[in-house]
């Protein structure tokens, strides 16, 4: 019988994860790498990819970076092109580049923020997705792990062009899981509240505002990234194999409030 704690490693494996050079994307990155997998690092700016890939490196993993942007498929493409001669595979993907760059009513969101948005945090996604899983298909199947919301289940205040990319990308997973199954590539994504991130800084800088996000999580604090890394390390392991097609929300209970 198979030792459980065996079903979480990710020995021999290799996963590409975008947004990676901060944040939850960093998490999950050390996480994969401790797991035993090789990584391949991802985010615009070369010079923290380099950081984060020497510390994992310093800790005893092995990583491989390339800048990209999320939101670009030619960008997306190249991704992929320069990761497969390194490692000869990819087994895991994991979708987490995000933007928000408006705060305010939607029908204040003009154009140009509206489309930033979905490029990144939804189109983004689903090119990189297909570019990936056919080097998956061709290496017998894998799992992509895309990094939702729980703002696109319940509207967040202040959020709503990214609420409704980010219920796009509950969607994109549901739909993909359906009709990858065949090819053998598992869909899955993870939905976080607040999490004390850069990314999400305006949402808890202040006290008023942090007071208000705190009224409305049953566990009373902010999430922190290593939240996020176990409920990545489940849907990226063999211990999650028969589960495809989900969302994990981890928002410290505000849901259901």
Known sequence: MTNVTDRFRLDGKVALITGASRGIGEGIARAFAAAGAKVILSSRKQADLDRVAGEIASAGGEAFVVAAHAGKPDDLKMLVEKSV????????????AGTNPVFGPIIN??????????????????FLSREVSSVMSDNGGGVIINMASVAGIKPGLGLGAYSVSKAGVIM?????????????????????G??????????????????????????????????????????ASGASSYMTGETLVIDGGGVML
């Open 172 to 192: 994109l997973t549901r739909v993909l899981a359906q009709e990858w199954t065949g090819m053998n590539i598992r869909v899955n994504a993870i939905a976080p």
């Open 194 to 235: 607040v999490i004390k991130t850069k990314f999400a800084e305006a949402l808890y800088s202040s006290p008023e505002l942090a007071e208000e996000i705190l009224r409305g999580i049953s566990i009373k604090r902010l999430g922190e990234p290593d939240d996020i890394v176990g409920a990545a390390l489940f849907l």
């Open 109 to 126: 969101v003009d154009e140009k923020a509206w489309d930033k948005i979905f490029e990144i945090n939804l189109r983004g996604f689903f």
């Open 85 to 96: 001669p390194q490692y000869g595979r990819i087994d895991i993907l994991v979708n987490n």
